[in-house]
């Protein structure tokens, strides 16, 4: 049998890395789709829409298009931050909480603000098409950017 042994306080900064690392894989996989019958369609925050296989544009002027696209701002400079919080934190040897909690809690508003964001402004859209891994990965790499930076001030304060 074989014992792993691993400290989570000592590796916070590989949860940070691992939150930027979904999020990175936020931004380039679909946030939504449609499957039905032969017909199906995908959907990345930033307006690509792949339909049966062929890839075009949302239109700019879109609300889902905008929304995505601040959403995608908002998640990009979140994983930066927690990229680079865990980056510094393992060449430094010093927790940088703040990038962490910050680089945790953009994702999580910005994933809201799409969800809700396209909710509002179209009925039924998620009525007919499926949530995707770019709706969901930001909530969970906020997570872990969180965790991280909470853990990381709770171990400041002991």
């Known amino acids: 049998m074989v014992c792993i042994n691993f400290n ?35 959907g990345w925050l930033w307006g690509l829409y792949v339909e049966n296989g062929e890839a075009n544009f949302i239109p ?4 889902v298009v905008i929304l995505g696209i601040v959403a995608t701002i908002m998640i990009a400079i979140g994983t930066v931050l927690l990229l680079l919080g865990g980056i510094l934190t393992k060449i430094k040897d010093r927790e940088i909480n703040l990038l962490y909690l910050v680089g945790g809690i953009l994702p999580i508003i910005a994933a809201i603000i799409y969800i809700a964001g ?3 402004e179209y009925s039924g859209w998620w009525t007919v098409y499926t949530i995707n891994v770019a709706s969901i990965f930001p909530f969970i790499a906020g997570g872990l950017g969180l965790v991280a930076g909470i853990m990381g001030l709770m ?3 002991k």
């Open 8 to 42: 989570i306080k000592e590796n916070l900064w590989l949860l940070s890395i691992i939150a930027g690392i979904l999020g990175v894989i936020t931004i380039f996989t679909p946030a939504w789709s449609y499957i039905h019958g032969g017909d199906s369609a995908a």
């Open 60 to 63: 700019s002027d879109e609300p």
């Open 118 to 120: 396209v909710a509002a």
């Open 155 to 157: 171990e400041k304060r």
